[in-house]
C-alpha cells in the first residue's frame, strides 16, 4: 500500500472504507515502547528503501519513533537476522551470510575463501 508519502510500503495500512479515517503503521505499532506513529514519519523513514533493496526472508525490522538532537522525531530502525541469530548492522545490505551459500558464490568472492 502507499503510504503517505506515495511510496509503497510493506506496513502501511489505511481504511477509509464507510467514513471510517483510519491510517496506521504496522511495523510501528508492534514496538510498545515507541512514541506514537503520525503519517508525516513517512517522508523520511528508511524502511520502504531497505525493503526494496533487501527482500531476505531472514531479516526481520523493528523500528520505533526517535528524536533527532532532541526535536526531530525520525524512525529508528533495527535488523535482526533470524537464520543467524544476530544483528544486523547494514539492514540495506543483511548479514551477508546468505550470500556466501548461493550458486557462484567462490567466483563472486563472497564465500569468504
Ligand atoms: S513509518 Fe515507515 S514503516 Fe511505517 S508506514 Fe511509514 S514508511 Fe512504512
Given at each position: 500500500?502507499?503510504n503517505p508519502?506515495?511510496?509503497?510500503?510493506h506496513?502501511?495500512?489505511e481504511?477509509?472504507?464507510?467514513?471510517?479515517?483510519h491510517?496506521?503503521?504496522?511495523?510501528?505499532?508492534?514496538?510498545r515502547?515507541?512514541?506514537r506513529?503520525?503519517p508525516?514519519?513517512c517522508?523520511?523513514?528508511p524502511?520502504?528503501r531497505?525493503l526494496?533493496?533487501?527482500?531476505?526472508?531472514h531479516?526481520?525490522l523493528?523500528?520505533?519513533v526517535?528524536?533527532?538532537?532532541?526535536?526531530?522525531?525520525r524512525v529508528?530502525?533495527e535488523?535482526?537476522c533470524?537464520r543467524q541469530m544476530?544483528e544486523v548492522t547494514?539492514?540495506m545490505?543483511?548479514?551477508g551470510?546468505?550470500?556466501?551459500?548461493?550458486p557462484?558464490?567462490a567466483?563472486l568472492?563472497?564465500?569468504?575463501?
Amino acid at each position: 500500500m502507499r503510504n503517505p508519502a506515495g511510496v509503497e510500503c510493506h506496513f502501511y495500512y489505511e481504511d477509509y472504507h464507510r467514513g471510517r479515517e483510519h491510517r496506521e503503521c504496522r511495523l510501528i505499532a508492534r514496538n510498545r515502547v515507541s512514541e506514537r506513529w503520525t503519517p508525516k514519519l513517512c517522508q523520511t523513514c528508511p524502511v520502504p528503501r531497505i525493503l526494496q533493496a533487501n527482500a531476505c526472508p531472514h531479516m526481520i525490522l523493528e523500528a520505533r519513533v526517535g528524536r533527532r538532537f532532541g526535536l526531530l522525531r525520525r524512525v529508528r530502525v533495527e535488523a535482526f537476522c533470524t537464520r543467524q541469530m544476530s544483528e544486523v548492522t547494514d539492514p540495506m545490505v543483511g548479514c551477508g551470510e546468505c550470500h556466501r551459500h548461493r550458486p557462484g558464490a567462490a567466483i563472486l568472492g563472497l564465500d569468504g575463501g
